[in-house]
């Protein structure tokens, strides 16, 4: 007879509703299939690119013949310097006064975690609030470091637009020490942005408030630029408020498997700064020890080399293009064949996700009449889109409206 195991108590966890899509995708026998799901960048061919500027980077790291030693428990220096001066800009006070201090992270995954194991160290009875709707790895993250997680309005349904009156007004309300997680740019999965005069109401709320800013810019340099995408984080910096920011280049270098990520603090003074840094390399030290270095290297050469940064700019650029040109294209096909409802506001959105309006019960049938994966919630993934099955994606949407 078995004896009980102290793992009968643990109960089968949910699939992930965007993973656990793309393996069904991936077994679907139908010839004519499309994955909008999961948040990767394609090719025109509808292949994950290997970029002009990571193919550079990599033949360099291979010539220096390096051999395959332990990075330090923040991470590379080249790659965490680069970082602050991609967020920041090169000649950020923050910089040169020392008040930064960055960490390499697996992913804006890890940034995101790290960042909120070590803000549930500092708070007590810490809550967070996400934008509705968000990233719903947001809200995982920040419920398994222990925060107490709400929401704040930030789509409006029947509008189609951000309800920013309501969002300003949501965090007006927040008690003291609340960390407040925002899409810097490219909001997933609306792919619908504040405008910079948006901005600057919510750094003063944040400001007069006292709440705590944790941005997350997984996507800069797919909206408008890498410049541009940076606005909301400027005029973070200028404010002179303590705030964290989670970036990742696995979309922006298509170096998804690499997991390469930096998580940013931005502190009062360096010495305070000093102090933030002893106790984030605590709580990695005490999770995955250091980071990995190929990635690190990849991205730290380009961040240093101005010929290199310009071959990324150039390949954003590409990227950026392409995802647009996308935007256009579906809402001409839809227009085209009719469509019960207007889909001109997709080309107003920005980055790799549109929020399509679509119901949950509209997006099952595209799976299962059609063989096109959307997640649940309507967000598709335009950069998923081609030539050769955008008019295909179309119709099939215009068949379920």
Request: charged letters at 25%.
């Amino acid at each position: 007879m078995m004896s009980e195991s102290i793992f009968d108590v643990v109960a089968q966890a949910p699939e992930d509703p965007i993973l656990g899509l793309n393996e069904a995708f991936k077994t679907d026998p139908r010839e004519k299939k499309v994955n909008l799901s999961i948040g990767v960048y394609c090719t025109e061919e509808g292949k994950v690119p290997l970029l002009n500027v990571v193919e550079k980077a990599e033949q360099k790291i291979l010539e220096e013949g390096a051999p395959h030693t332990y990075l330090p428990i923040s991470g590379l220096p080249s790659f965490t310097s680069g970082v602050q001066k991609l967020l920041f800009g090169e000649d950020s006070a923050l910089i040169k006064d020392k008040k930064a201090v960055t960490v390499q992270s697996l992913g804006g995954t890890g940034a995101l975690k790290v960042g909120a194991d070590f803000l549930a160290q500092v708070l007590p009875n810490p809550e967070a609030i996400v934008s509705a709707p968000t990233w719903q790895n947001h809200v995982a993250i920040f419920e398994q470091a222990g925060f107490e997680v709400g929401s704040y309005p930030y789509y409006d349904k029947a509008s189609g637009e951000i309800n920013f009156p309501a969002m300003l007004e949501s965090l007006k309300g927040l008690k003291e020490n609340t960390v407040v997680i925002l899409h810097a740019c490219c909001h997933n999965p609306t792919g619908l942005d504040l405008t910079q005069e948006q901005w600057a109401q919510v750094v003063d709320v944040c400001a007069a408030h006292k709440l705590i800013p944790f941005l997350d810019i997984a996507y800069q340099g797919f909206g408008d630029g890498l410049e541009e995408d940076a606005g909301a984080i400027r005029q973070f910096a200028a404010s002179g408020i303590t705030f964290l920011v989670a970036n990742s280049f696995s979309k922006s270098f298509s170096l998804y498997g690499e997991r390469i990520g930096a998580l940013t603090v931005v502190c009062h003074n360096s010495e305070e700064a000093s102090r933030v840094m002893s106790a984030l390399k605590a709580v990695i030290r005490a999770n995955y020890s250091n980071p990995p270095a190929h990635g690190a290297k990849i991205v730290g050469q380009v961040l240093n080399d101005p010929e290199l940064l310009a071959q990324w700019h150039a390949d954003l650029k590409e990227m950026r293009e392409r995802i647009k040109e996308m935007r256009r294209d579906l809402a001409d096909e839809l227009k085209a064949l009719g469509a019960k409802k207007d889909f001109e506001f997709v080309t107003r959105q920005k980055g790799m996700f549109s929020f399509s309006g679509l119901t949950p019960e509209q997006v099952q049938r595209l799976k299962d009449e059609f063989g096109v994966y959307a997640v649940k919630s309507g967000r598709i993934c335009v950069a998923s889109l081609n030539k050769g099955n955008v008019k295909y994606t179309a119709e099939a949407i215009k068949e379920v409206l």
